[in-house]
T-cell receptor, first 110, second 111 residues
């Protein structure tokens, strides 16, 4: 079983709509979590950290559910520029090992 | 403001050749990572480092070696390249587990 799993999608979203997707992690000792965005053939870019209490950054909201071992990302008022692959990341050991999910593709359509 | 710089950006190798990929960061980060990304596979961790002189194996370390002789540099070596090592390689660095920053990638083709 992979340490971090994501629904690959694609999630096809009309412009202006809301989309949400989850990521599950298998190591209950995982300490920190992040969401990254990756555009085609480019390097991943840090989108936001995920805190236990949930956090927002503009139109993006991240949540962590430790009991069920998943994190989520919600995008409100989707823009065409939000089309990308979203990568979930967990820090899975005390050496700072960053484990990536395979990514969820989001396609925002006009 | 360079951040994380990878060299080279592109390379074509013949099977059996060796090469070293260089990653340099100017953010004084403790942690550095090497990943490979293949279509449909996502990012897979090859090796990582928690500081100068310390390295650890990731998910797919076979066929690769690494060295971190200076805090700012993390080298990835391929001793005898194989076609299965054709991939895009990304280096990343982070500090205090606050999220990692990536280089632009190295596109390697082994023929």
């Amino acid at each position: 079983r992979k340490e971090v799993e994501q629904d690959p999608g694609p999630f096809n979203v009309p412009e202006g709509a809301t989309v949400a997707f989850n990521c599950t992690y298998s190591n209950s000792a995982s300490q920190s979590f992040f969401w990254y965005r990756q555009d085609c053939r480019k390097e991943p870019k840090l989108l936001m950290s995920v805190y236990s209490s949930g956090n927002e950054d503009g139109r993006f909201t991240a949540q962590l559910n430790r009991a069920s071992q998943y994190i989520s990302l919600l995008i409100r008022d989707s823009k065409l520029s939000d089309s990308a692959t979203y990568l979930c990341v967990a820090v899975t050991d005390s050496w700072g090992k960053l484990q990536f999910g395979a990514g969820t593709q989001v396609v925002v359509t006009p | 403001n360079a951040g994380v710089t990878q060299t080279p950006k592109f390379r074509v190798l013949k099977t059996g050749q060796s090469m070293t990929l260089l990653c340099a960061q100017d953010m004084n980060h403790e942690y550095m990572y090497w990943y490979r990304q293949d279509p449909g596979m996502g990012l897979r961790l090859i090796h990582y480092s928690v500081g100068e002189g310390t390295t650890a194996k990731g998910e797919v370390p076979d066929g690769y070696n690494v060295s971190r002789l200076k805090k700012q540099n993390f080298l990835l070596g391929l001793e005898s390249a194989a076609p299965s090592q054709t991939s895009v390689y990304f280096c990343a660095s982070s500090s205090n587990l606050r999220g990692a920053f990536f280089g632009q990638g190295t596109r390697l083709t082994v023929v």
